[in-house]
């Protein structure tokens, strides 16, 4: 059998080839399992407000009494979370599943265009929206199917005095609350107090069952909603779960919760591996204030550290990092970017730890490889498949390819997606009905079964984690009635691996740079705007008038 599967001849001892995924019958049942066994540890902090497993289980409970009993929502209604890293999220989460809800994780910077499209498609009933980003909702919630909204303040959850004052000065002080109107919208604690006398339903969640539609973007250019089922997070949960376990101690590690838990790394990470594992979490609201976030670390022994390349970086680079206490640290994982060697190595220097990759995708919930936890060196791959876990590379007429070989890495096993929402067409192109993936992602895998991305999806940009997709940017900047045609391609940037460039032919001659980038801002998520854009008179197509973006990124390099 190792020889189809040679990695695991290469397997840390006690990781087993195989999860038991009947283990649980939903992800609720993990989380109850947690409550109960680490009731009186901290399980989630935020602005040093510490929550422990008892009180989120007893204020998921209320939230869950909330949506069913009061809003009347029933198992497989759809619930947007739009929030930031703040202690309302896991409650909202842990809520809506324990309700049977199907949650749909929403990044709080969307522009209201990016909003609208994704709770039209989801068909969200019911939002929980953060004050700072509620004006967004304003815009767009009358052409949605939103009925519910809850909305709430940053310091809302952190006590009085801190949370009241912790409200004035963002909105106030900081100016960072703009004006909002919802005039149906119901406060959070408010929620919580209702919800109270409400008992937790009893709702039946099996395997099948869909827990999240975790958005990606698609190189048709509109974000698709992944069906991610109760099975599909309980794979990786006990995956990952069962490669980091023996590195960890149940109930007395603290972990980093810096990347936002509406990105689907944080959220199995963050939201559920390390819950299981009885850990303390810190949430950090703002990771890019990167002088804040070091005195944050500063206050706590912290041995889990979650991270993309760009955050790592910016930890190197930012006074006082160096000089922080690492003697608790036990694994620092890189994902949702390519860890890059330089920083890896620096990383190790500093923190006298290793810098360890994985790789995995939205539609595989997420990890499909990691690197052994006790690896001492950078060694340029993304590890090994996990746990009850295929991995093959393919040759562009869908062939296995032998070792060594360069193709398309394939992946199959029960943390792989359901498909996309509502999108059979989609759904079909990427995954077949023997249950492969195609991952879209250039790849090769040596003797020992270690894998290597060798390059990405073809026109995909990633920034900071985020895939950015250039049909979406181009797409958003057609609606300029200045521009004539548009390629938009990656170009690399010391900070977030890559960035945004535009190529444009003008329609309007007197179209500024300034101008557009103004209409970009307007219309584009802050990660999805380009830093550069160069006017052109024409731009290179294929024999069928496709533009050529490949030729462009390739011209930039042999300048």
């Known amino acids: 059998m190792s ?35 680490f009731r009186d540890h901290a399980a989630f902090a935020n602005f040093g407000k510490a929550l422990s497993y008892g009180q989120i289980d007893a204020l998921s409970r209320q939230f869950a009494g909330y949506l069913t009993g009061v809003l009347k929502l029933g198992k497989g209604d759809r619930i947007a979370i739009m929030l930031p890293n703040v202690l309302q999220y896991p409650i909202a989460l842990y809520g809506a599943l324990r309700a049977g809800l199907v949650v749909v994780n929403t990044n709080p910077m969307y522009t209201a265009r990016e909003l609208k499209h994704q709770l039209e498609d989801s068909g969200a009933q019911a939002i ?18 939103v009925k519910h909204i809850v ?5 809302d959850l952190l006590g009085f005095p801190k949370g009241a004052l912790v409200n004035f000065v963002l909105k106030h002080v ?38 999240f539609l975790q958005y990606t973007g698609g190189t048709t250019g509109v974000a698709k909603g992944a069906m991610l089922t109760h099975a599909n997070m309980i794979a990786n949960m006990l995956q990952v779960g069962a490669w980091i376990g023996e590195a960890l101690r149940p109930g007395s590690e603290v972990a980093i919760g810096a990347l936002p838990l509406y990105h689907i790394f944080s959220l199995t990470a963050c ?14 609201t703002n990771p890019r204030d990167m002088p804040g976030f070091v005195k944050e670390l500063k206050k706590l022994p912290f041995s889990i550290l979650p991270g993309v390349n760009t955050l790592f970086n ?47 995708l939205t539609e595989t919930s997420p990890g499909v490889c990691i690197n052994p936890t006790d690896l001492m060196d950078y060694n340029g791959s993304i590890g090994l498949p996990l746990p009850s876990t295929e991995v093959a590379i393919w040759s562009e007429e869908n062939q296995p390819l032998p070792i060594g070989e360069v193709g398309e890495l394939m992946v199959k096993g029960p943390q792989v997606m359901l498909g996309y929402w509502n999108r059979p067409d989609e759904t ?75 190529f444009v032919v003008r329609k309007d001659p007197n179209l500024t740079e300034d101008a557009l980038k103004q209409f970009c801002r307007d219309n584009l998520t802050g990660y999805k705007r380009p830093k550069f854009i160069e006017f052109r008179d024409t731009l290179p197509k294929s ?17």
Do not use: C
């Open 3 to 37: 020889n189809e599967r040679p990695w695991l001849d290469h397997y840390p001892q006690g990781v087993p080839a195989e999860i038991d995924l009947n283990a649980y019958a939903s992800v609720v049942a993990v989380l109850e399992e947690s409550f109960q066994r």
């Open 128 to 145: 929980v929206v953060l004050d700072n980003f509620a004006a967004t909702l304003q815009q767009v919630v009358a052409e949605t199917e």
């Open 151 to 155: 909305t709430t303040g940053i310091g």
């Open 174 to 211: 900081k100016k960072m609350v703009p004006a909002y109107q919802l005039p149906r919208a119901v406060r959070f604690r408010d929620a919580l107090a209702q919800g109270a006398a409400h008992p937790l339903p009893p709702v039946e969640l099996g395997h099948d069952d869909i827990a």
């Open 271 to 284: 939201g559920m591996v390390f819950p299981r594992l009885g850990a303390h979490t810190v949430l950090i």
């Open 314 to 360: 910016g930890l190197l680079n930012t006074p006082g990092f160096a000089e922080l206490d690492f003697s608790h640290l036990k694994i620092s994982l890189g994902g949702g970017m390519a860890v890059q060697r330089a920083v890896a190595e620096r990383w190790k220097k500093v923190t006298g730890r290793p810098l360890s990759e994985a790789y995995g």
């Open 428 to 502: 079909a192109k990427v995954l077949g009905a023997d249950g492969w993936l195609h991952t879209g992602d250039i790849a090769k895998m040596d003797a020992d079964g270690y894998v290597y991305i060798v390059d990405r999806k073809k026109d995909m940009i990633l920034v900071s984690g985020f895939n950015v997709y250039p049909n979406e940017v181009e797409d958003a900047v057609m609606q300029h009635p200045g521009v004539a045609e548009v390629a938009a391609v990656g170009v690399p940037d010391e900070h977030s691996g890559e960035v945004v460039k535009l």
């Open 543 to 559: 024999n069928v008038g496709k533009i050529l973006r490949r030729e462009l990124r390739d011209e930039k390099k042999n300048r």
